[in-house]
């Protein structure tokens, strides 16, 4: 198995979902259908590196920023995939701001297939490189879950009840 | 009623043994955490050698905290956060006060942080007038109830879900609804604490991490509060102990790559964040203010004790799991603020033998807690330091302080000790049930109902055996 494979699989596993699209347009259709099948209103909030590079889609009200908690649909980008244990990694900063991978409802995460590495080892070379780190960098592997109560997991604690990541490329 | 009071763990544990509920809440969450466990180990390769990374990654941390903490300082400096040094509980609970109060705070809201319950602070400010809100499930739950956490991850692991759909009734004026699945609670609670995250005016969370090559702080969560907490209120207050300082991000690692697996079966749980500095001038969100405050309150002494391996502690919670003593009586019965084999360690040491000194006796020494920590902590040889001390410093109880002395005079004296031997060994034949494999002892039937002391046989004693074989000898 690939390292993108494996991604796809152990995310999967980590309760998220994941689509496979050759590029940013392709998302579109397939956002616009999940809002139709969950009744959702056909607005979506954008991290301002997704906003620039954005396509035409007519069919959703888009915004951008950050969330005071009214978006329920928030996209952003990640700086990284971890395969062997289904972790996204996000940084924030003025493109990024970090309330939108914890407040919506439904978080939309955009990944390229060339920004996915098998393991840790790697991610943390690469941010020691960085210099000075991000204000925050955050591992997420699956929506917020809890088993607080008798053990049993539940979705959607406090965080994002759906994890949606689009692996481009 | 269970006592809030180390000393008190005999009567508390009593009354646990008797208290059906938690006995089936306990019986659950075992099953639960041991499984989980379970599974996530069986999916690595070698998880032995993982284990080695991260002790080796916390010991090189240990080696060196002084120097750790000022270059962690320095960076977190350099990304715009304060250290605070709190040497007491007291300390660190004044400074968050201040801070809290030079910012005329209202509404704080809280991550789970267990070093928090040590100085307990939700008291202190609760006492200054402040509206304390817990965000973690767990927590949120036994602050409703009242209770301190039960488990050093899983703080309500006591409560069953009627018992929490009975709290909620009673503190959420929400009318007639349907609370009889898991989801509905989770999801109230979601609403609930949704309206808190946002009014919040500061934010404190613990630390599992505290990487000083960058003046990082990380937090571990699967609900995402921890981030919510640290992020949407102007100011963010990080309060931490020592021994959570590591050298750098691989050695945060490490740590990582055990901590999740052995705590709740995950190879990683669904948040963790490394948090630097408050929010950067670009930046459309994060705190204004980024605070940390570093715990002493002993542990600096600990370090150049012979326990100083307990500070390798991640707090993990799997000696918790795997105790037979926590299994059956829960948290409550330590009347500490860590329960379970690493609690009777700590409670001693934190808060003074006089206070802890029966805790290191709730231990069979059955060595599962040592076998089951990813940090090598030796807990049932700490647990027997510790009994020495207590016995040293004559803290255990005279009558058994008497035993311990006839003991040591007659294993002194080998004539006596024979003699002794024989005599009981003539005298228990009389104490034999009808079985005549077990011993019926009089005044000892709470001993007797748990467990059978087995008769010695009838044939001749080892020691005259060998003697006679002796004699034989040319
Ligand atoms: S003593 Fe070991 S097993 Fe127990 S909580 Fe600490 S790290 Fe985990």
Known sequence: ?169 | MIQRDARQFIPNSEQALQDTTLQTALARAKSGFLGKRRKAIALVDDFEFLKQQAQAAKQRALDNIPALLDQFEHNLNAAGGQLHRAATPDDLNRIVLDICQRRQAKIITKGKSMVSEETHLNTALEQAGLDVVETDLGEYIIQLAKEPPSHIIAPAVHKTRQAVAELFRHHHALGERDLNEISNLVEEARQMLRQRFLAADVGITGANLLVASTGSIAIVTNEGNGDLTATLPPVHIVTASLEKLVENLEDAGAILEVLGRSATGQAMSAYTTFFTGPKRPSELDGPEEMHVIVLDNGRSDILQSEFAAMLRCIRCGACLNHCPVYSNVGGHAYGSVYPGPMGSVLTPLLEGLNQGHVLPNASTFCGRCAEVCPMGIPLPDLLRKLREQEHRQQLDSTGWRMVLRFYSWLATRPRWFHLAMRAITFTQRLLRDASGTRLRVPFSNGWNRQRELPAAPDATPFLQQWQKQQERKP
């Open chain 1, 1 to 169: 198995m690939n390292t993108v494979e494996r991604f796809i699989e152990t995310l999967t596993a980590n309760a998220a979902h994941v689509s496979c699209i050759r590029q940013l347009d392709e998302a579109i259709p397939l956002i616009e259908r999940f809002m139709q099948e969950k009744a959702l209103p056909p607005r979506l909030h954008l991290s301002p590196a997704l906003q620039r590079e954005w396509p035409v889609s007519n069919g959703i009200t888009l915004s951008h920023g950050t969330t005071d908690g009214t978006h329920k649909l928030c996209a952003s980008r990640a700086w990284a995939g971890i395969a062997d244990t289904g972790t996204l990694v996000l940084l924030s900063g003025p493109d990024n701001p970090t309330r939108l991978n914890f407040l919506p409802d439904y978080h939309l995460v955009f990944l390229r297939k060339d920004q996915i590495v098998a393991d840790k080892k790697a991610i943390w070379q690469k941010l020691e490189q960085q210099g000075a780190l991000p204000r925050a960098v955050n591992f997420i592997s699956g929506p917020s879950r809890t088993a607080d109560i008798e053990q049993t997991i539940a979705l959607g604690a406090h965080g994002p009840r759906f994890l949606w990541v689009f692996v481009e490329g």
